[in-house]
């Protein structure tokens, strides 16, 4: 489970990668997402053919939560389980997106300590990780937040024992990413 990703282009660069267009919401380009920041993510317009970007807060919160308390805990759902799992099976049928990244973060622990590690693909191409999002309101204010969440595979025991980089207290999940050119 990657808990840590980077995404260092410009907005307009991320646009124009992935055919998508976005409103007025900014973000700088950024070596250190961490859970529960906001991030972008492009979505199908639902009454269109257009890709939008727009920011969300990376830890997904269930449209039925009482409140944001378990989103830190929901920044990645394993594909293996994820359509029986009630946090995120309606997303997974309705409400899938793409998470822009140009690399992710594994750790090694070394000794007392962790080493972290950045994982590119193509020498820092940018990619996608397979999303999932939801819209989640406010009970007491009304509000609405949305969230997303990327997908992510078992990675077998083989594989795990010969690359230390992976989490094995996690169980060994990797992200799931997507084409570069998906048109």
Not at 46 to 59: C, K, Y
């Amino acid at each position: 489970m990657c808990g840590r990703y980077r995404l260092s282009r410009r907005k307009q660069v991320v646009e124009e990668h992935f055919d998508s267009v976005s409103g007025d919401e900014d973000w700088n380009p950024r070596y250190n997402i961490a859970p529960t920041q906001p991030i972008p993510v492009i979505r199908q317009n639902p009454r269109g053919p257009v890709r939008e970007m727009s920011l969300m807060r990376w830890g997904l919160i269930p449209s039925w939560a009482t409140d944001t308390s378990g989103a830190a805990r929901m920044i990645n759902a394993r594909s293996e389980t994820a359509a029986a799992k009630p946090a995120f099976r309606d997303a997974l049928k309705s409400r899938r997106c793409l998470v822009p990244a140009d690399g992710f973060y594994e750790w090694a622990r070394t000794g007392k300590g962790k080493q972290p590690y950045c994982f590119e693909v193509n020498g820092g191409e940018l990619f996608a990780f397979a999303g999932i999002w939801d819209r989640w309101r406010d009970p007491t204010s009304g509000t609405t937040r949305d969230s997303s969440s990327y997908i992510g595979v078992s990675v077998s025991k083989a594989a795990r024992a010969t690359n230390s980089c992976l989490h094995r207290a996690a169980g060994g999940s990797w992200p799931v990413g997507i084409p570069t050119r998906w048109r």
